[in-house]
Antibody, heavy 119, light 110 residues
Framework: QISLEESGPTVVKPKQTLTLTCTYSGFSLNSFGQGVGWIRQPPSKAPEWLALIYWDDEVRYSTVLNDRLTITKDTSKNQVVLTLTNVSSVDTATYFC???????????WGPGSLVTVSS | QSVLTQPPSVSEVPRQRVTISCSGSSSNIGNNGVSWYQQLPGKAPRLLIYNDDRVRPGVSDRFSAAKSGTSASLAISGLRSEDEADYFCGAWDDSLGAPVFGGGTKLTVL
């Protein structure tokens, strides 16, 4: 069965770089049409999409955060990594990774990883 | 400010039917498939509906959805207490070249 799980720090200091890893299983990110995305959700707010990486290495980023985000994949490890530079308190959120097989749709989600930006 | 617009909250009594709306534009809902997600407190979103009105296998048939023009709706019939959750709509936006979400609707089962 398909599963994804996020891992990374729970607390990050302001101006540091946040690195999160999504480890997935049950599907191949080398297969046509597959993608993995990152979505974050501040407490009591709506989800905000951050980035997507596809089977063919195409990447897409949120226009709002484009210059601060990098998404990469390592299919040998079944992992997708997201980095967010120069964090501040507004980046405090639960970060989810999710599979995308249909354009704009996320069918399997990880449980989420709460990240707090605090000195 | 979310690209897709949903009412912040809806409420209904058990066994009744409730509808949640999602309004967008020609660059998202009007030209792409709509998805609906359920998010229970403290949990990750769960996909319920994809491609406008396709119920995901394993999801109760009490859930249904429709789309007309640049608006979509999710209906839940035979309401139960376990349906109390946040519901989000989503779609691809051609202008942004990105997926977008609604602001979410909190369903309260009275």
């Amino acid at each position: 069965q398909i599963s994804l799980e996020e891992s990374g720090p729970t607390v990050v200091k302001p101006k540091q770089t946040l690195t999160l890893t999504c480890t997935y299983s049950g599907f191949s990110l080398n297969s046509f049409g597959q993608g993995v995305g990152w979505i974050r959700q501040p407490p009591s707010k709506a989800p905000e999409w951050l980035a997507l990486i596809y089977w063919d290495d195409e990447v897409r980023y949120s226009t709002v955060l484009n210059d601060r985000l990098t998404i990469t994949k390592d299919t040998s490890k079944n992992q997708v990594v997201l980095t967010l530079t120069n964090v501040s308190s507004v980046d405090t959120a639960t970060y989810f990774c999710a599979r995308s097989e249909t354009t704009g749709c996320f069918d399997y989600w990880g449980p989420g990883s709460l990240v707090t930006v605090s000195s | 400010q979310s690209v897709l617009t949903q009412p912040p909250s809806v409420s209904e009594v058990p066994r009744q039917r409730v509808t949640i709306s999602c309004s967008g534009s020609s660059s998202n809902i009007g030209n792409n498939g709509v998805s609906w997600y359920q998010q229970l407190p403290g949990k990750a979103p769960r996909l319920l509906i994809y491609n406008d009105d396709r119920v995901r296998p394993g999801v109760s048939d009490r859930f249904s959805a429709a789309k007309s023009g640049t608006s979509a709706s999710l209906a839940i019939s035979g309401l139960r207490s376990e349906d109390e959750a946040d519901y989000f709509c989503g779609a691809w936006d051609d202008s942004l070249g990105a997926p977008v979400f609604g602001g979410g609707t909190k369903l309260t089962v009275l």
